[in-house]
């Protein structure tokens, strides 16, 4: 499936969705903010929306406090944890390296430095678009393979990223507009339209990554 036709695909379904049902989204973005509340949990927090946006993609019921409690029993949930800390890493390196650019005093070599290390921390931080949906469909992963996958996915998949990556923009805008909305709307939408990439790029061609499994059933 082309990239113009992934990306089709997903903001159609998508968009249904979250039409649809709002009272989803809403209760998505709510628990990610009270799993993510102490920080560090970021990742913890990614990767639990990530398992209710596939089943509600998947138009199962997601019962909160059973999937929770069972979540963070799971090496998922410790893969989520270090994904999390690295993620807060590579942010703080991203906003130092925009600063060291634009410092008056940087010299030369240290401005060809931060766009390299710009340029990285960027690559890193798209590849989450792939890299929560891939942790929790295929848990026999490690945690090396999930990252070194996730990036794979998003230098090969380099035209629908952007595309995704702007229409997510576009939904941080208007949440940001909104107000308050910003965090009543913005975490469970996004991790829905980034459920549903990751649901156009492989339906119908599983085998590419192994068999895709469900964390429970």
């Known amino acids: 499936m082309s990239a113009s036709r992934d990306y089709v695909d997903t903001m159609r379904r998508w968009f249904h969705d979250v039409v649809r049902n709002p009272g989803a989204w809403l209760s998505m973005s709510l628990m990610f903010l009270l799993v993510a509340l102490p920080v560090v949990t970021w990742g913890c927090a990614c990767a639990l929306l990530a398992i209710y946006a596939e089943k509600q993609a998947s138009g199962k019921k997601f019962k909160c406090w059973p999937e929770c409690r069972t979540f963070f029993s799971t090496r998922t949930a410790l893969f989520g944890l270090l994904f999390g800390l690295v993620d807060i890493i590579f942010v703080l390196a991203f906003v130092l390296s925009l600063t060291s650019l634009f410092a008056r005093d940087a010299t030369i070599l240290s401005r060809l430095l931060s766009c390299v290390f710009l340029w990285i921390d960027a690559l890193y931080l798209l ?78 061609d599983v085998g590419e990554l192994g068999e895709q499994k469900e964390l429970w059933d």
């Open 127 to 204: 590849s989450g678009i792939y890299r929560y949906p891939l942790l929790t469909a295929n848990r026999e992963l490690s945690f090396v393979a999930v990252l070194s996958k996730s990036i794979l996915l998003t230098v090969s998949n380099a035209p629908n990223v952007v595309l995704i990556f702007m229409a997510g923009l576009c939904v941080a805008m208007v949440s940001f507009c909104a107000g308050i909305l910003l965090f009543a709307f913005l975490p469970g939408a996004l991790a829905l339209l980034h459920r549903y990439n990751y649901q156009a790029k492989f339906s119908g």
